[in-house]
């Protein structure tokens, strides 16, 4: 019996995801990926490979955010930057994918503060 680590299952799974979303004109990708230290957010645009606008904890505790760090409420705050910045491009509404990960925790938080910003998924 072979073993299937997790970072080759999540990658499965990113592969089962991606055969069956993609970002248009019209409706960009929402991009999450979450390291042990941070979250990072970002849409693209997959016709031609073009990232739309990105923030991640990171970014959000050089611009002085208290609670920027890798958990929910930092989750959350990294959501609704990224809406904030999707509203400054006029991006209404967006697919949103998760990459690979479980939606919850986390991944979960940027959705709803996605969402709670105004962006539609």
């Known amino acids: 019996m072979t073993v ?3 970072s080759v ?4 799974r990113k592969v089962r995801i991606r055969k069956k979303i993609s970002g ?18 970002q849409i693209v645009y997959d016709e031609n490979g073009a990232t739309l606008a ?15 760090h890798c958990s929910k409420t930092g989750g ?7 809406a904030r910045l999707a509203k400054e491009k006029n991006i209404s509404s967006v697919v949103f994918d998760r990459n690979g990960y479980i939606y919850h925790g ?8 996605a969402r709670e910003a105004g962006l539609e998924f």
């Open 9 to 12: 299952a999540r990658q499965r």
């Open 106 to 113: 986390r991944v979960k938080a940027v959705a709803d503060g």
């Open 24 to 41: 248009s004109a019209v409706r960009p990708r929402l991009v999450v990926f979450r390291s042990n230290l941070h979250i990072y957010a």
């Open 54 to 68: 990105s923030t991640s904890t990171l970014s959000l505790k050089k611009a002085g955010e208290a609670a920027a």
């Open 76 to 82: 959350v705050l990294v959501g609704k930057e990224i």
């Open 4 to 6: 299937i680590s997790k």
